[in-house]
T-cell receptor, first 113, second 114 residues
Framework: DADVTQTPRNRITKTGKRIMLECSQT?????MYWYRQDPGLGLRLIYY???????NKGEISDGYSVSRQAQAKFSLSLESAIPNQTALYFC????????????FGPGTRLTVL | AQSVTQLDSHVSVSEGTPVLLRCNYS??????LFWYVQHPNKGLQLLLK??????LVKGINGFEAEFKKSETSFHLTKPSAHMSDAAEYFC????????????FGTGTRLLVSP
């Protein structure tokens, strides 16, 4: 079984719709992250959470929100999707003691029409 | 601030020939450096990491990288490419300032031909 899972894997939606992407992990890690990948730009950090009560903005948080429902679950929401949010979204986790070794989910491909 | 520059967006090799993927870093501190690989329709997987121990780091699947402080480089190599190595590779630096985030390069797509 995968340690970091993301649902859905693919989603097509329309401009203005609310979308939620979900991430679950069985690694027991405290830290969780949401990244966005665009061709030629690498991965950029949207939000990160060090524990259930600690949520922080990354470098491109505008237009996104997150919820850390439990240690194992971290959701990313697009309140009103727009076409330039079309991208591949990755969730990742890391252990408190090894912050720099992150484990990634398989990704969610989101298309906003 | 820390950053990485991947010098090639695409690298093409023939199966059985050596692989070289180039990465230069910028850091005010002694950096932590990583290479991640992303196969098509897959998440990212850690290939190897440098954290101030040995400068030559061995990773999975026969890859290795050498940390050269004088050249601020962390190039990824493999002696003999395999078709299964075709993927996108990301050089990453660990930012120890602030909240200790990872900073990703823009990626190098490795193409392997028979």
């Amino acid at each position: 079984d995968a340690d970091v899972t993301q649902t859905p894997r693919n989603r097509i939606t329309k401009t203005g719709k609310r979308i939620m992407l979900e991430c679950s992990q069985t690694k027991g890690h405290d830290r969780m992250y949401w990244y966005r990948q665009d061709p030629g730009l690498g991965l950029r950090l949207i939000y990160y959470s060090f524990d259930v009560k600690d949520i922080n903005k990354g470098e491109i948080s505008d237009g996104y929100s997150v919820s850390r429902q439990a240690q194992a679950k971290f959701s990313l929401s697009l309140e009103s999707a727009i076409p330039n949010q079309t991208a591949l979204y990755f969730c990742a986790t890391s252990d408190l003691a090894k912050y720099n070794e992150q484990f990634f989910g398989p990704g969610t491909r989101l298309t906003v029409l | 601030a820390q950053s990485v520059t991947q010098l090639d967006s695409h690298v093409s090799v023939s199966e059985g020939t050596p692989v070289l993927l180039r990465c230069n870093y910028s850091s005010s501190y002694s950096p932590s450096l990583f290479w991640y690989v992303q196969h098509p329709n897959k998440g990212l997987q850690l290939l190897l990491k440098y954290t101030s121990a040995a400068t030559l780091v061995k990773g999975i699947n026969g890859f290795e990288a050498e940390f050269k402080k004088s050249e601020t480089s962390f190039h990824l190599t493999k002696p003999s490419a395999h078709m299964s190595d075709a993927a996108e590779y990301f050089c990453v630096v660990g930012d120890i300032t602030g909240f200790q985030k990872l900073v990703f390069g823009t990626g190098t797509r490795l193409l392997v031909s028979p």
